[in-house]
T-cell receptor, first 115, second 109 residues
Framework: NAGVMQNPRHLVRRRGQEARLRCSPM?????VYWYRQLPEEGLKFMVY????????ESGMPKERFSAEFPKEGPSILRIQQVVRGDSAAYFC?????????????FGQGTRLTVV | GIQVEQSPPDLILQEGANSTLRCNFS?????LQWFHQNPWGQLINLFY???GTKQNGRLSATTVATERYSLLYISSSQTTDSGVYFC???????????FGEGTQLTVNP
């Protein structure tokens, strides 16, 4: 059973470009969470999705950031017009049920560098 | 929101030493997990332990939910134990894990 798969592992973007981060949850998991980790800090919640639905996006900036988890395919975190402050590690987690009731597993992260 | 405090923030050990890491949280929780972030940045699940005690090799964990804390014990530490240890909790009826700031562990040979 493959773990949570994120790609790319490393992404370099120039200021103003778009970044698209992908996350394939573990088999049988329908709950996906995105977190951001700034250098030397803990992980901060961004958004919680189930298939075709955004359940909680309270941690995601209102502008430039969006997330989706379509019926088919991976979850996508999209950052438009990136700025240097977006440089961070972005982690995706998945669980078979809500984390209120079960263990969550994390991918290896995508390290975004904005130059 | 729920507050998660980890202590100590930094810990330096000699190989073979034992250590205890603490996680305090400010509200009732349904979920508590311990993770190890290795020097390559990967997050590794250590324990899913909303209550009780679990052991896995040289590591064990105890959560006392009524007193709102959890402890992670590392015995006979090895250099490969180095990294950051995170505690993360989910508040009752919540929808996300809230992470502490972590304990940076360095194990010297």
């Amino acid at each position: 059973n493959a773990g949570v798969m994120q790609n790319p592992r490393h992404l370099v973007r120039r200021r103003g470009q778009e970044a698209r981060l992908r996350c394939s949850p573990m088999k049988g998991h329908s709950h996906v969470y995105w977190y951001r980790q700034l250098p030397e800090e803990g992980l901060k919640f961004m958004v919680y999705l189930q298939k075709e639905n955004i359940i909680d996006e309270s941690g995601m900036p209102k502008e430039r950031f969006s997330a989706e988890f379509p019926k088919e395919g991976p979850s996508i975190l999209r950052i438009q017009q990136v700025v240097r402050g977006d440089s961070a590690a972005y982690f995706c987690a998945s669980s078979p049920l809500s984390v209120a009731n079960t263990e969550a597993f994390f991918g290896q992260g995508t390290r975004l560098t904005v130059v | 929101g729920i507050q998660v405090e980890q202590s100590p923030p930094d810990l330096i050990l000699q190989e073979g030493a034992n250590s205890t890491l603490r996680c305090n949280f400010s509200d009732s929780v349904n979920n508590l997990q311990w993770f190890h972030q290795n020097p390559w940045g990967q997050l590794i699940n250590l324990f899913y332990i909303p209550s009780g005690t679990k052991q896995n090799g040289r590591l064990s964990a105890t959560t006392v939910a009524t007193e709102r804390y959890s402890l992670l014990y590392i015995s006979s530490s090895q250099t490969t134990d180095s990294g950051v240890y995170f505690c993360a909790v989910e508040k009752t009826s919540g929808s996300r894990l809230t992470f502490g700031e972590g304990t940076q562990l360095t194990v010297n040979p």
